[in-house]
């Protein structure tokens, strides 16, 4: 059977086949890597961050970020409590060789189609050349999925280390209030150890004042001493001439001068 451009109609069914074929399996790969998200976030574990890993004993898997998000280890599907879990690298090999191979796939058609378009445009290739196109939309739409989710993570990190940011500012608020009470204390306790500095200043002035009164009294003191000293030996010498000039007995010689000082003495005190 011909087309009106002479051409023979096999390749197209050929191509038609192939569409067919790419995209029953890019369906197949499709549904293959929905079923491996993760049941608490519903993103498609691929490495690094979301790697798969196995929950024991129950068998249950799940992505890395979330077990690493959560503290409370009780799996989300069935509620046992797990002791340790591993890593899932069947799963990871999987689901790593699926991403390469669409890309592959999606730099392969580009290639093809771009070659069709060259060699090709005398044909009409109208019905393959839609197929090959759903097929190819497919793929984009696998990819477009892929970096959606990249840019969700991406953003959900953004999130993440704001709202960290938020709190190191909410602390640093904190801190920097801590500080200024601090300087503010102490300021305080430098005017108090000033205000100290000069009561105990002043005391020593006190101190050094009453010293001064206590060296005065005991000066006093000693000068008292002396005089009452010769005082006690005016009387005695006194009383000797008292009781001689009682009995008949001769009076002593008094020496000239000794009653001017007695008496000297006496006024003095």
């Not at 196109?133 to 969700?152: G, I, K, N, P, T």
């Not at 009561?199 to 001493?225: F, K, P, T, Y």
Request: aromatic share 2%; charged share 35%.
């Amino acid at each position: 059977m011909k087309d009106r451009s002479g051409g023979s109609n096999d390749g197209g069914s050929i191509d038609d086949k192939r569409t067919v074929d790419v995209d029953a399996e890019a369906k197949s790969s499709d549904q293959e890597i929905k079923s491996h998200r993760c049941p608490c976030c519903m993103e498609v574990m691929v490495m690094p961050k979301r790697a798969p890993n196995i929950l024991m004993p129950c068998g249950h898997v799940f992505c890395n970020q979330c077990l690493n998000a959560r503290d409370d280890p009780k799996c989300r599907t069935c509620g046992e409590r797990w002791r340790h879990r591993v890593p899932n690298h069947k799963l990871q090999t999987s689901i790593q060789a699926y991403v390469d191979a669409t890309e592959m796939a999606l730099k392969g058609f580009e290639d093809s189609v771009l070659w069709k378009d060259s060699n090709h445009h005398h044909q009409n290739t109208r019905g393959a050349a839609s197929s090959s196109y759903e097929a190819a939309l497919a793929r984009v739409h696998v990819r477009c999925e892929q970096l959606r989710e990249r840019m969700m993570e991406s953003e959900k990190d953004a999130e993440a280390a704001l709202e960290r940011e938020n709190v190191a500012a909410k602390n640093l608020e904190v801190r920097v209030c801590d500080e200024d009470n601090v300087r503010v204390r102490l300021a305080e306790v430098k005017r108090e150890l000033d205000d100290a500095r000069r009561a105990v200043e002043a005391q020593r002035d006190v101190v050094n004042a009453i010293r001064g009164e206590v060296r005065e009294h005991r000066s006093r003191g000693r000068l008292a001493n002396e005089t009452l000293s010769g005082l006690e030996a005016e009387r005695g010498r006194l009383s000797a001439m008292a009781e001689g000039s009682k009995d008949g007995r001769p009076k002593p010689k008094m020496f000239s001068g000794m009653h001017i000082a007695s008496t000297s003495s006496i006024g003095i005190s």
